[in-house]
């Protein structure tokens, strides 16, 4: 089977991320594809300068403690395919989004509509990396939430200290 029509399956929930390619190519292909997206949507939001290397420092970092993961429960040869998957899927999940972060207002004036588009999106994305992992390092569901949990929330707070907020005093 095609590998992108893999990926929109996995992002519908009926496919997994084993059944992905294992290839430094497909890889390469997701890393590139999550760095646009996640640029992009930075992009429309207006969220400040340096918005292609903060994503490409996201997906590194996101990257990296996906590693830290497999690598602790000694699955390490499952990386290719779970960040291909996960990156893969999350790439599509952004385009789909796309609409709602270019609307071009700030993040006090969006419109509850448009919050709740961005909620529903964030926790379908976060869905999928619960599967992907829960799969991939063989978990019961409650323990996968938690790793992908702290995998995002370990992103954020490297991306927080890189790249500090300095407009909350304005």
Do not use: H
């Amino acid at each position: 089977m095609n590998p992108v029509v893999q990926l929109v399956s996995i992002t519908l929930f009926r496919g997994k991320a084993s059944d992905l390619p294992a290839t430094l190519q497909w890889v390469s292909i997701t890393v590139i594809a999550a760095i646009a997206t996640s640029f992009l949507n930075r992009q429309f939001a207006n969220t400040g300068s340096n918005l292609l290397f903060m994503a490409i420092v996201e997906v590194s970092i996101y990257s990296a403690f996906i590693y830290l993961m497999l690598r602790v429960n000694q699955k390490t040869e499952r990386f290719m395919q779970v960040i291909t998957g996960i990156l893969g899927a999350n790439a599509i999940i952004q385009l789909v989004a796309a609409p709602l972060f270019s609307s071009g207002v700030s993040i006090e004036e969006l419109s509850l509509l448009t919050t709740l588009g961005l909620l529903l999106v964030s926790a379908w994305s976060f869905a999928i990396s619960v599967v992907i992992l829960r799969d991939a390092l063989e978990f019961k569901l409650a323990p996968a939430i938690l790793v992908t949990f702290g995998c995002q929330a370990a992103t954020l707070i490297g991306l927080l200290l890189l790249f500090p907020i300095t407009d909350l005093a304005a």
